[in-house]
C-alpha cells in the first residue's frame, strides 16, 4: 500500500528566505509523485510531478522537488519565498498502475511573513 | 482553455435531507474522481469512473453516498439522508495520460455544510 507522511504541519518562515517543505513516502511499487498547492477558498493546483524520468523536478512558481529513493523522500524546496508562497501543500503519491488513486499527505500550511 | 468546474459552490442543507453535487470535468478527459476534504485534513478518495462505469467506490463512506456520470461528462454524487459528519469540502479531478503518466486536474470543490 502507498501512504505519505509530510512530516510538519506548519512551516513559517520570512520572504525572501528558503522553503523546505518535507514529505516522505512508502510504495510498494515504483511511485509516481506529486506536489498541490492550495490557496485559501481555491482549487488544488498541480505544482510538479515526477514519473521516474529525472530525478529532480522543476516545477511552477520556482518549486522544485527532488527524488531520493534511498531515503523514500520527495522534499519540496524553493530558493527564496514570497509573499504569494503561502498557502496548504500537499504531498501526492499514487501507483503508475490501472487507474490514479491519489493518496494525499495531510498537508503543509505555509506561512510566509514580511 | 477551461478547467474542472463544481456546482454548487457552497450548499447548506438540514440533517436528513438529499444533496446532488456536479461535476464537469474537462474536455476530453475520461477519467474522473471525487474526493472529500474535511476541515484540516487531506483528501480521502470517494469513487473513480473510466467513462461512465465505476470500477473503483471503495471509498464511499456508507450506502447514503453514490455517483453516476453520463458518458465521458458530467457525474453527480448524491448523499442521501445526510448527516453532520457529511459536512466537508467534495472535489472533483478530471486526468488525461500523456506518455503513461496520468495527471490529475482539479475542480474548486463543492462546499457542504450540514446543519
Known amino acids: 500500500a502507498q501512504s505519505v507522511t509530510q512530516l510538519d504541519s506548519h512551516v513559517s518562515v520570512s520572504e525572501g528566505t528558503p522553503v523546505l517543505l518535507r514529505c516522505n513516502y512508502s510504495?510498494?511499487?515504483?511511485?509516481?509523485l506529486f506536489w498541490y498547492v492550495q490557496h485559501p477558498n481555491k482549487g488544488l493546483q498541480l505544482l510538479l510531478k515526477?514519473?521516474?524520468?529525472?530525478?529532480l523536478v522543476k516545477g511552477i512558481n520556482g518549486f522544485e522537488a527532488e527524488f531520493k529513493k534511498s531515503e523514500t523522500s520527495f522534499h519540496l524546496t524553493k530558493p527564496s519565498a514570497h509573499m504569494s508562497d503561502a498557502a496548504e501543500y500537499f504531498c501526492?503519491?499514487?501507483?503508475?498502475?490501472?487507474?490514479?488513486?491519489?493518496?494525499f499527505g495531510t498537508g503543509t500550511r505555509l506561512l510566509v511573513s514580511p | 482553455g477551461a478547467g474542472v468546474s463544481q456546482s454548487p459552490s457552497n450548499k447548506v442543507t438540514e440533517k436528513g435531507k438529499d444533496v446532488e453535487l456536479r461535476c464537469d470535468p474537462i474536455s476530453g478527459h475520461t477519467a474522473l474522481y471525487w474526493y472529500r476534504q474535511r476541515l484540516g485534513q487531506g483528501l480521502e478518495f470517494l469513487i473513480y469512473?473510466?467513462?461512465?462505469?465505476?470500477?473503483?467506490k471503495s471509498g464511499l463512506p456508507s450506502d447514503r453516498f453514490s455517483a453516476e456520470r453520463t458518458g465521458e461528462s458530467v457525474s453527480t454524487l448524491t448523499i442521501q439522508r445526510t448527516q453532520q459528519e457529511d459536512s466537508a469540502v467534495y472535489l472533483c479531478?478530471?486526468?488525461?495520460?500523456?506518455?503513461?503518466?496520468?495527471?490529475?486536474?482539479f475542480g474548486p470543490g463543492t462546499r457542504l455544510l450540514v446543519l
Open positions: 510504495s510498494s511499487y515504483s511511485p509516481s
Open positions: 479531478a478530471s486526468s488525461y495520460r500523456t506518455s503513461g503518466v496520468e495527471t490529475q486536474y
Open positions: 469512473f473510466q467513462g461512465n462505469s465505476a470500477p473503483d
Open positions: 501526492v503519491v499514487t501507483m503508475n498502475t490501472g487507474f490514479q488513486k491519489l493518496v
Open positions: 515526477y514519473t521516474s524520468a529525472a530525478t
